[in-house]
């Protein structure tokens, strides 16, 4: 079964050449690590998993020291957003994702629709993901508890080609979704969707 809570962390790196496993960042079945990079950005990303808020607490130390502990190798601040389980297409067996793979995918929508957005979304969205489940080894709805990008929190998990994978979601069928969802069920601007994709590391 997921976590209720997941404390997702994302530390921006900078162009220092270093060896991601010297970090001594270790996997577990609550804590897991993955990176992203492209020509302008390098990212690692840490999710830590809570089945009760006062958990968190048990980990202030970790993560207040992990700032001066990475200190050389950040461009800026770390980004941290607590989100909440809300319901599951596909279900993870495992508290975190331990696959090749993640995509984040984040959407911000109105208040006011949010209902309808959830009944939209599992007429729509999760056929997609529950058409491609060969494809596909949990597909999660979070929503930010705490966070200064709040919104839905998609996280999918997947070992094979990205390219295979991603196909169901960026070809016409799935446009012609998002071209639905519009105005009444996006909003935030440039900010208010996006995906990224991981790759596991450490």
């Not at 404390?7 to 270093?18: A, C, D, R, T, V």
């Not at 302008?40 to 089945?51: D, Q």
């Not at 130390?61 to 989100?83: K, P, Q, T, Y």
């Not at 995509?103 to 056929?127: C, G, M, S």
């Amino acid at each position: 079964m997921s976590s209720k809570y997941i404390l997702i962390s994302k530390y921006p790196l900078n162009g220092k050449k270093f060896d991601i496993n010297s970090l001594n960042l270790n996997n577990s079945s609550k804590t897991k690590y993955y990176f992203y990079e492209d020509e302008n950005s390098k990212e690692l990303l840490e999710l830590r998993s809570f089945n009760d808020i006062k958990e968190i607490s048990w980990d202030e130390g970790r993560l207040e020291s992990v700032f001066h502990d990475l200190a050389d190798n950040l461009s800026g601040d770390i980004r941290r957003e607590l989100v909440k389980f809300v319901e599951s297409p596909i279900n993870n067996d495992e508290l975190l994702p331990q696959t090749k793979y993640i995509q984040l995918r984040h959407v911000e929508v109105p208040a006011n629709n949010y209902f309808e957005y959830r009944k939209w979304r599992d007429e729509t969205i999760f056929n997609v993901v529950r058409e491609n489940k060969d494809k596909i080894e949990s597909f999660e709805a979070f929503h930010s508890l705490i966070s200064g990008q709040p919104g839905v929190m998609f996280i999918s998990s997947f070992n094979g080609d990205i390219e295979n994978y991603t196909e169901a979601f960026t070809n016409e069928k799935y446009k012609k979704i998002i071209k639905q969802a519009g105005d009444s069920y996006i909003t935030g601007g440039n900010d208010g969707l996006y995906t990224k994709i991981y790759c596991s590391c450490c």
